[in-house]
């Protein structure tokens, strides 16, 4: 069963352009959740879908920042226009909904690259 | 949520047993005690979860007073790749509420 899956791993873009970032969950997992770590700092929580639902978005900055989890296919987190600030490694966690905080499994994170 | 105040860093030798203390004084009677470990480029994994007294799993121990004010991660005899970042989080989270990270102890194993 393979884990949370993220791609790509590493994302160099250039101030001004568009960045898309990658999420499959783990199998059987229908909750996904995103969450930003500056250098030297915790994990901050971003937002948080369901299948073709945004749960919780109060931590995703108000603009340029945008989410999905379609039907079909992985969840997506979309940054337009990057600026430096948004140099960061981006992890995504899954879990099925409920239960306990340790059925929540992260994957390897995106590093973003913001030149 | 209730604050959490933890060491910025930590070094310890090989074989030794070390403890990280997670200091949380406004600590709900709902809230869990969770503890994250977090390698370099990896995300965030689950330890340990516990509520009073003392909670042992094969990777770590953690203990808890009576009061809930504070608890600790004890980790038996690291090697070096125990080094990583631990996080104590504190709150009623789930499967299905967002996490809430704090800076973390950073942990160097020297050999």
């Known amino acids: 069963n393979a884990g949370v899956m993220q791609n790509p791993r590493h994302l160099v873009r250039r101030r001004g352009q568009e960045a898309r970032l990658r999420c499959s969950p783990m199998k059987g997992h229908s909750h996904v959740y995103w969450y930003r770590q500056l250098p030297e700092e915790g994990l901050k929580f971003m937002v948080y879908?369901?299948?073709?639902?945004?749960?919780?978005e109060s931590g995703m900055p108000k603009e340029r920042f945008s989410a999905e989890f379609p039907k079909e296919g992985p969840s997506i987190l979309r940054i337009q226009q990057v600026v430096r600030g948004d140099s960061a490694a981006y992890f995504c966690?899954?879990?099925?909904?409920?239960?306990?905080?340790?059925?929540?499994?992260f994957g390897p994170g995106t590093r973003l690259t913001v030149t | 949520l209730a604050k959490t105040t933890q060491p910025i860093s930590m070094d310890s030798y090989e074989g030794q047993e070390v403890n990280i203390t997670c200091s949380h004084n406004n600590i709900a009677t709902n809230d869990y005690i969770t503890w994250y470990q977090q390698f370099p480029s990896q995300g965030p994994r689950f330890i340990i979860q516990?509520?009073?007294t003392k909670v042992t799993n094969e990777v770590a121990s953690l203990f808890i007073p009576a009061d809930r004010k504070s608890s600790t991660l004890s980790l038996p005899r690291v090697s070096l790749s125990d080094t990583a970042v631990y996080y104590c989080l504190v709150g009623h989270f789930s499967g299905n509420t967002p996490l809430v990270f704090g800076k973390g102890t950073r942990l160097s194993v020297i050999a």
């Open positions: 966690a899954s879990s099925v909904g409920q239960g306990q905080t340790y059925e929540q499994y």
């Open positions: 516990g509520y009073k």
């Open positions: 879908l369901q299948k073709e639902n945004i749960i919780d």
